[in-house]
Antibody, heavy 118, light 107 residues
Framework: QVQLVQSGAEVKKPGASVKVSCQAS????????IHWVRQAPGQGLEWMGI????????TYEQKFQGRVTMTRDTSTTTVYMELSSLRSEDTAIYYC???????????WGQGTLVTVSS | DIQMTQSPSSVSASVGDRVTITCRAS??????LAWYQQKPGKAPTLLIYATSNLQSGVPSRFSGSGSGTHFTLTISGLQPEDFATYYCQQAKDFFFTFGGGTKVEIE
């Protein structure tokens, strides 16, 4: 069965960086894109970007350009999302999710809570 | 950027009711529209993709329709497990956007 297992919760100070991992299993890793979506406390879903596991190419939401880096390691079927220059507004649950073949998002990780606090 | 406007932001309903949620895109997105359900403390789950296709395992009381810029999610015969927040999502030109969400609450 398809599984996306994310790394554990993080607490960071303003200005620091955080790197969240997402290990995929149960399907052909190169075939499906991986999205990153975040959700601030009590708020809606916000799309951050997408990575092509085959080519390691990425597309980022403009809001995060220059601060986010998404990468993948095909040997461990793991995708990473690094967000730098953290501020309190970045406190959120960060989800990795698999992109389906009709531009939907069909499987989600369990989420990683990132707390930014001095 | 394409904006997705969902309405209403919340709705109160009873078990057995028919509930309709609307999502409007700021630009033409063909049929690249999906719907998700999210329960408190859980990751979202996919309900419908490409406007009207039911994801495997999703009950048939959920249906989607629309095209272009106007889309709807209908729940026919609301069940207790359907009380949750629902999001639409567009995918045009490989940029994705979510609607603001609709919370379906017990009346």
């Amino acid at each position: 069965q398809v599984q996306l297992v994310q790394s554990g919760a993080e607490v960071k100070k303003p200005g620091a960086s955080v790197k969240v991992s997402c290990q995929a299993s149960g399907y052909s890793f190169p075939t499906y894109y991986i999205h990153w979506v975040r959700q601030a406390p009590g708020q809606g879903l916000e799309w951050m970007g997408i990575v092509n596991p085959t080519r390691n190419s990425t597309t980022y939401e403009q809001k995060f350009q220059g601060r986010v880096t998404m990468t993948r390691d095909t040997s461990t079927t793991t995708v990473y999302m690094e967000l730098s220059s953290l501020r309190s507004e970045d406190t959120a649950i960060y989800y990795c999710a698999r992109g389906g073949l009709a531009e939907e998002i069909d499987y989600w990780g369990q989420g990683t809570l990132v707390t930014v606090s001095s | 950027d394409i904006q997705m406007t969902q309405s209403p932001s919340s709705v109160s309903a009873s078990v057995g009711d028919r509930v309709t949620i609307t999502c409007r895109a700021s630009q033409y997105i063909s049929n690249w529209l999906a719907w998700y359900q999210q329960k408190p403390g859980k990751a979202p789950t996919l309900l419908i993709y490409a406007t009207s296709n039911l994801q495997s395992g999703v009950p048939s009381r959920f249906s989607g329709s629309g095209s272009g810029t106007h889309f709807t999610l209908t729940i026919s015969g609301l069940q207790p497990e359907d009380f949750a927040t629902y999001y639409c999502q567009q995918a045009k030109d490989f940029f994705f956007t979510f609607g603001g969400g609709t919370k379906v609450e017990i009346e």
